[in-house]
Every structure is written in structure tokens, then in C-alpha cells.
């Protein structure tokens, strides 16, 4: 039993240092980057280690259990915290994303919470024609629509109070795969680019496309936009990997950070991973992220408040 013990801590213990490098040199390789998405889950990890470790006076593997979580917290922390807006007196927009899951069979209590929840703008994934005639009790309480999930690779239902413009013909022809809704919203007197992206699944887990390659492209077209912008999507990508990172660099773009993970919704919080964000250009500041747990799908929703700035 002694030896058992023994040899479990150590494979978490490796398991978890892996993780670690991944999520700090993901940018290396895609699949150096995939064991980097799972840095929640491995924080947990190396705690169970260090209590079993503590229990069975085990204490050289406590103490190396203490730096496995120190390695992990490390990359993680940052975008762990809430987010801090920057001075801004412009109106206050509430965006709700949610992959919606295109096996959902309690759409209709979806309908009813994002009702309740009363945002301004809605952004809906893997909209499917089989279930897009039950999403109609959530669009039919918005005025404004665009079907971008017409257009594959697309996916996207874009809802909202405000007037809504679809601009997706006007972008420059893609190199490669581009799976993005984009609508211009009408703020008051304010403009807003909004796109809706979902990425393909990450390398050796869905062959049909390149996360990165998506990502260039994205990020080109978000480039070459201008006016306060606003990326959304479920982008099947950690907050600290190399995916999202591109976004961050290459289109001077701020994430929303918070704890805990969207996906998947069957493990506690603490232990998902976040792959639904919403990233701003320099005109937007967030206000708040609050995870929703809405029947039916795998994914939890992300509830933000966005603030113009001066």
C-alpha cells in the first residue's frame, strides 16, 4: 500500500509539472500547449497531493507538491483575478455568451434564464438549423438579430436591444478556415464591432482545422477593423495558452479574467477549464464577469458588463 501510495503521488506530481511547462511554453508546439489547458484542474491536484502526502508523512513529496501548485498558481494567477475597469463615462453594455450545445434538450429553461438574466446582447454558438427554431423564445425577446450561423463556418445567433448591422460580406476573403460572425451594434452615439468566433478543437482531438491558423486570421480581421471591437466566442482554448495569448499580442486585445472555468460543466468550477472569453480592443473596458449555469448545455455562460471608455 506504501509503495502504491508512493508511486501515485509521484505520477500526479510529474503530471502536474507537465502541465505547468505546457502552459508556460505552449507556444512551442500545439501539443505542448494542449497540457497546458488544464492548470484548474492540476492547482487541485497538487493539493490532494500535499494533504496525502502530509497524512502519510511523506514530506519531501509535500514539499515538492508545494512547488508543482507555486509552478501552476504562477501562470495561472494573472488571469485568475476580477476585472479592474479603467476610468471610462460611456454607457454600460451587459453581453452574455453561451454555447448553447446542439444537443440541448431543455432549450426552453434556457430561454427562461437568459430572460432572467436580461442582457442587453446576446451571443449563441453551435446553432444548428435542427434547433434554431427552438431558439426562438430567447430571440423573440430582442428587437435586433443576425444569423450568422447561415454563413458556416459560422455558428453564431447574435441578439440584441441595439440596432444591429451584419458586416461579415464586407471582411476581406480568409487563407485559411475563419469560423467568425461579425455585426456592427449601435450604441447611442457609440459603435461597436462585434465578433463571434469558435474555434476548432484542439490539435489530435478534431482534425479538420488548425486552432492557430483560426486565430491568425481572427486576429488579422481584427486588425484591420478600427472603432472599439469586442471578440467573443467559445474558442476551445485555456485563458493562458498560446490561442489566446496571439489575441492578446498580435491584435492588442485585453481578456477577460476571472476564477473558475466554463467547460465542462459537470466538474465544479474550480476545476473547468476557460475556453469561453471575451477579449476588447483599447476603447472597452469590462466591468464584471459572473459564470452562468444555464440548462442543458455543457458549457457555463460568461455574463459580462462592458463600459465604453472616455
Known sequence: MQTLISAFCNAVLIGLFVVAFGAAFGRVHPLIDLFGQFVLPALVGAVVVMLL?????RYATAVVGVAALLANLFVAWPFLQSPRPAAATGPTVKVLLFNIYYYNKRLAEAANTIRELNPDIVVLHEVVPRVRPELDAIADAFPYRVESWLERP???LILSRFPLQDVAAELPAPNHRRPLGVAKVTVGDRTLTL???????????EGRGSQMAEMREIAETVNGLTGPRLLVGDFNAATWGAVITHARTFAALEVLTGPSGTWPTFLPRDMGIP???????QEITFVSRTLITIPGSDHRAVLAEIKFKN
Do not use: Q
Open 53 to 57: 502526502a502530509l497524512l502519510t508523512a
Open 154 to 156: 459560422a455558428d453564431a
Open 195 to 205: 465578433l463571434a468566433a469558435h474555434l476548432s478543437l484542439p490539435p489530435l482531438l
Open 275 to 281: 475556453i469561453d472569453h471575451m477579449l476588447a480592443s
